[in-house]
């Protein structure tokens, strides 16, 4: 399974630069991933794009999920990334990876991983897509399972 996990509410830019997740985002954060932890999402591996709120974002899924798993800051998660470079590396990926990034690319990367580029397709704001393999054998398309909130 793959996991894509838009970070938490952060601060505006205009109260810190390093825009670290509010009180509020903080705590819906870790509802999110209690929950997730609830319905059995233990990934192995947490890619985030290095800003602070998605590596705050990444530690609560951590300590919730797999407390032992790796915990990794990755190239091709950032705001105006392209969706080819992650996508490219997820193909055929068998493991349970949650990645953390950021609008409006988390959005165009579920689009990309669905096969539904320039589709309208929805991601939930600071949520969370469950995906899976296409069963058809394609290992560029994958499915969505569900999402949360």
């Known amino acids: 399974m793959i996991y894509l996990v838009h970070h938490g509410e952060a601060v505006p830019p205009s109260v810190d630069a390093q825009r670290p997740l509010t009180e509020a985002g903080r705590a819906a954060v870790e509802r999110l991933a209690q929950e997730a932890a609830g319905r059995g999402v233990a990934p192995v591996e947490i890619r985030h794009s290095g800003k602070l709120r998605a590596r ?12 032992l798993a790796a915990f990794t800051m990755v190239r091709g998660l950032q705001p105006a990334d392209p969706s080819d470079i992650l996508a490219d590396r997820l193909a055929g990926e068998t493991r349970d990876l949650l990645l953390i990034g950021h609008m409006p690319h988390i959005a165009r990367l579920l689009r990309r991983l669905l096969g539904r580029v320039g589709e309208d397709v929805e991601f939930p704001p600071h949520g969370m897509v469950a995906l899976e393999p296409d069963p058809g054998g394609d290992p560029t398309r994958w499915l969505k399972v569900w999402s949360l909130p």
């Open 56 to 67: 705050q974002t990444g530690e609560a899924f951590r300590l919730a999920c797999n407390p």
